[in-house]
T-cell receptor
Framework: NAGVTQTPKFQVLKTGQSMTLQCAQDMNHNSMYWYRQDPGMGLRLIYYSASEGTTDKGEVPNGYNVSRLNKREFSLRLESAAPSQTSVYFC?????????????FGPGTRLTVT | GQSLEQPSEVTAVEGAIVQINCTYQTSGFYGLSWYQQHDGGAPTFLSYNALDGLEETGRFSSFLSRSDSYGYLLLQELQMKDSASYFCAVRNYNQGGKLIFGQGTELSVKP
């Protein structure tokens, strides 16, 4: 089991460029999440998908879009990158029904927007 | 709105015991989780409390008081490798299992 994988690991973009961050999990989890983490800060939820076919906004959705492609994959798109989106992006998933509470995190994507 | 408060930094010596507190304000509270994150790494799950009381897992324990909207993480027999950031996070009802994280407590363990 690879767990949660993210690509790319590092990315540098110029202001206005677009890109998609990819996330996949092989644990048959229903729910998936995208967070961003800025230096010295906690994780802030951007978007989440409680189950395949649904997506919802989190705390900081502006400037981002998501796609839950299938049960395994959940991508995050920046349409027009801004320096304020420089951050570390983590994808996470949690499984099963009802009582699941442990989120499994990917290794992160370090994004710099110049 | 929702908010969580935890100390920004804690320092302790190897072998000691340290307690990291977390107070929260939220509606529809379901449970409180704790995560550990080493520098540059991904957060990893430590513990979860949905009911009042103490949950023990090896050297780590977590406590919850729902009436006080308060919890803590207790780390015993501290080791150098415990130096990391620790985050509390709340889970609310019917919100797809999403978590709202505190800003984290940076624990430094000194020899």
């Amino acid at each position: 089991n690879a767990g949660v994988t993210q690509t790319p690991k590092f990315q540098v973009l110029k202001t206005g460029q677009s890109m998609t961050l990819q996330c996949a999990q092989d644990m048959n989890h229903n729910s998936m999440y995208w967070y961003r983490q800025d230096p010295g800060m906690g994780l802030r939820l951007i978007y989440y998908s409680a189950s395949e076919g649904t997506t919802d906004k989190g705390e900081v959705p502006n400037g981002y879009n998501v796609s839950r492609l299938n049960k395994r994959e959940f991508s995050l798109r920046l349409e027009s990158a801004a320096p304020s989106q420089t951050s570390v992006y983590f994808c996470a998933s949690t499984g099963g029904q009802g009582g699941s509470y442990e989120q499994y995190f990917g290794p992160g994507t370090r994004l710099t927007v110049t | 709105g929702q908010s969580l408060e935890q100390p920004s930094e804690v320092t302790a010596v190897e072998g000691a015991i340290v307690q990291i507190n977390c107070t929260y304000q939220t509606s529809g509270f379901y449970g409180l989780s704790w995560y550990q994150q080493h520098d540059g790494g991904a957060p990893t799950f430590l513990s979860y409390n949905a009911l009042d009381g103490l949950e023990e897992t090896g050297r780590f324990s977590s406590f919850l008081s729902r009436s006080d909207s308060y919890g803590y993480l207790l780390l015993q027999e501290l080791q150098m490798k415990d130096s990391a950031s620790y985050f509390c996070a709340v889970r609310n009802y019917n919100q797809g299992g999403k978590l709202i994280f505190g800003q984290g407590t940076e624990l430094s363990v000194k020899p």
